[in-house]
């Protein structure tokens, strides 16, 4: 099964609700990180999941809401209110013990949990492995090692940042096409039970961001014996800001171009349909928040798929 770990922004929100169906058919699980309340989005957006497979982490390590328990606690009430199978995810690491976790547990007492390990626990892991509200275990590759994952014995996500980032968009003029993932054919072999990652933005977290000298878009598509490539569309290459609305033609005129030579997305991805209908168009006063999110769509298109084919 494939994870999918987002956070609460609003275009993140809204890929996940434009993908919602074809998430659903492929048994695609979410992991969302509340990063501000923004319950009404949240709502709307679990409202069009399988609540068995959205799990909702308790305790971000980002955003506006990190430490601030009371806001999250209500939130996470307010959610469990109106769907009861939400599933609640909690991050530990080295600084958590049990008795944290303990408090957690007893305090939604009515809900499954799902552990995300970003750094190994140092009490006596049998304790986590006798609570039967935890259900199964997430993973950061290179946070954890191979022992401690094998002491747990429900079921093990191997959690991955397969999206390289760079200072610079500019710097993806060096590699606009690069390895992204075979997880999916691996993981099983491996001895997981999923595979997850942050798709096509990676674990890199910032509230704002300036306007950029060159404007990106990442498509994720299939490659040779069925690994993830992902290709850097650009607009031209600059060291000095331009004109917004030039570098939106630009690019869309790369990713037009990307498309043209793969006229084959077209028969399964929606994202790149919308954006062939913008080039079209010539609408070139998009937000690229907007961009952002149908490169999420697209890669959740990719994964339905890739499982529809049983590629995974």
Known sequence: MYYCFLRSKRFELLSIRKSADKINESNISIILEPVKNSFNE??????????????????????????????????????????????????????????????????????????????????????????????????????????????????????????????????????????????HLNYKSKGYQGFGNFSTIGNHFSQNGGQAYTSAFHLTFNHTDNDIFIKHCLSKPRTYHENIGVLNEELLEDIHSVIQNNIGLLTWSSACQELEDMYQKKNFSYHLGTLKSLSIQHHFELMHLLKIKGVY
Do not use: C
Request: no cysteine; aromatic share 12%.
């Open 42 to 183: 949240i709502q709307k957006t679990l409202s069009k999941i399988n609540p068995n497979n959205f799990i909702f982490i308790i305790n971000p390590k980002v955003g506006n809401l990190k430490n601030n328990d009371e806001q999250l606690i209500q939130l996470t009430k307010n959610l469990i209110e109106s769907n009861s199978s939400l599933i609640v995810g909690l991050n530990v690491d080295h600084s958590y013990n049990f008795l944290q976790i303990q408090n957690w547990l007893n305090m939604f007492n009515q809900s499954k949990f799902v552990l995300i390990h970003s750094g190994e626990i140092r009490f006596d892991t049998k304790l986590i492995n006798q609570q039967e509200q935890i259900i199964k275990h997430i993973f950061y590759k290179d946070s954890v090692e191979d022992y401690y994952i094998n002491q747990f014995s429900k079921d093990k996500i191997l959690l991955e940042d397969n999206f390289k980032r760079l200072k610079r968009n500019y710097d993806y003029q060096e590699n606009r096409i690069e390895f992204f993932s075979d997880a």
